[in-house]
């Protein structure tokens, strides 16, 4: 687990962008990124960098009594606002766990939902395999931000801190990342709602 890191996101855990409730701005790019990732009722989802569980509420609504989310992250303060978040909603565990690390108690997961999180991994392709892995045959991958790449990697490049490298790749570098972890790029949208791809491992 990258500490540094960890300790910087517990830093952010109260700041109002990662704990304030999702509004009016929000709910557009919420149902596009439910929609695409063909969300359903008893589908089992992982959401690693859960933050504060704004998103793993929503999954849990709507993957409903029956399904589950498995809610990571390396913060532990992220963790505790998540577990607070999510208390009335048996179907979330939240783990304080690095992606990379992780072994899933289960055999695959339907969806994974990486919001808002992907530049932040430390090896980007070792984070698409170890998902891989971790995914059904015919399962969805989503790499989700409520802002533009450029937005994004702009952020990141002048924050002056130790995400000033975690930059969302270029189009084609993430696409042949994608498929060189046995994944088929689906579409990526890179627009006024947002940055979204969405990828599937093929099914044999
Ligand atoms: C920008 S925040 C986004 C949080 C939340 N998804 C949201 O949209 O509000 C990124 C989160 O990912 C977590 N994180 C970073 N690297 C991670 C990793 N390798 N495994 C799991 N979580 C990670 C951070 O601790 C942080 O809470």
Redesign the pocket.
Same mark, same amino acid.
């Given at each position: #687990?990258?500490r540094a890191?960890?300790e910087f =996101?517990d830093a /952010?855990?109260q700041a109002p962008?990662?704990a304030e409730e999702y509004g009016e701005l929000e709910r557009p790019k919420i149902a596009r990124l439910v929609r695409e990732a063909e969300l359903a009722s008893g589908q089992a989802v992982l959401?690693?960098?859960?933050?504060?569980g704004?998103?793993s509420r929503v999954l849990a609504e709507v993957v409903g009594g029956r399904g589950l989310v498995e809610a990571?992250?390396?913060?532990a303060a #992220?963790v505790a606002a998540c577990r607070s978040r999510v208390a009335a909603y048996p179907q979330v565990s939240v783990r304080h766990?690095?992606?990379?690390e =992780?072994s899933a108690p289960l055999a695959g997961f339907d969806r994974i939902i990486c &919001? /808002?999180?992907f530049p &932040? =991994?430390?090896d980007q392709a070792a984070?698409l395999a170890r998902m891989a892995a971790m995914l059904k045959p015919g399962g969805v991958l989503l790499v989700a931000h =409520?802002i533009s790449a450029e937005e994004i990697n702009d952020t990141h490049r002048k924050a002056g801190t130790v995400v000033q490298h975690d930059l969302l790749p270029g189009d084609e570098e993430m696409a042949a990342m994608i498929a060189d972890t046995g994944f088929r790029l689906e579409s990526l949208q890179d627009d006024e709602l947002g940055y979204l791809l969405k990828a599937r491992l093929p099914t044999p």
């Open positions: #687990m990258n890191k960890a =996101f /952010q855990a962008w990662a959401e690693p960098g859960c933050g504060t704004r998103l990571l992250d390396i913060s #992220m766990a690095c992606l990379e =992780f &919001h /808002q999180v &932040h =991994f430390d984070a =409520f």
